[in-house]
């Protein structure tokens, strides 16, 4: 029972520290370019503990909201870019000691224990994903999966339960 508490915790810390849906800042977020009249390029950059799924999602998320926000109401995606920055990280490392010493007359001994922490090397991977759209007023008669971004938004901000 006390070890699925801990890990319930850990869980909720870990994703209560993942990259939010907001404009890009200092821990990620989004960004989009105006590549034409109705293209435009949407970029999600998450930090270490966002999840792909999630930065695919939010990448979808401003994709449907950018279409929306220009007076279209379905997208296509004509080139998607997902990858990973990754990198390690390695703790400092720092060393304690403690020591005694006795003396007897003319006898002396001690003994010294030194203890090292740190020194622990952790990998980490930040989820980077690119879309680029052509938005449409009305459904367009393409070989292409077209997407409604009215139903793209209210589904996602169902799932991440995000309000506004």
């Known amino acids: 029972m006390k070890t699925s508490f801990v890990l319930i915790i850990a869980a909720l810390l870990l ?3 993942a990259t939010a849906y907001q404009k890009r800042g200092l821990t990620g977020g989004f960004s989009e370019t105006q590549l034409g009249e109705n293209i435009f390029q949407i ?10 799924e999630r930065a695919l999602d939010f990448n979808f998320l401003r994709s449907a909201e950018i279409t929306l926000e220009n007076g279209f109401r379905y997208f296509v995606i004509v080139d998607s870019e ?3 920055k990754t990198g390690t990280y390695t703790t400092p490392t720092t ?3 403690t020591g005694n010493a006795y003396a007897y007359g003319n006898y002396g001994h001690g003994s010294a224990t030194t203890t090292t922490t740190g020194g622990q090397t952790y990998s ?6 690119t879309n680029t759209i052509v938005c449409f007023k009305d459904k367009p008669e393409i070989g292409a999966l077209v997407y409604d971004a009215t ?3 209210r589904s996602i901000k169902e799932k991440y339960d995000i309000k506004n």
């Open 95 to 97: 060393y304690h000691t």
């Open 151 to 153: 139903f793209i938004v």
């Open 124 to 129: 980490f991977s930040k989820p980077r994903t």
């Open 15 to 17: 994703t209560s520290c």
């Open 43 to 52: 970029s999600f950059k998450g930090n270490a503990y966002t999840s792909h």
């Open 82 to 84: 997902k990858y990973s």
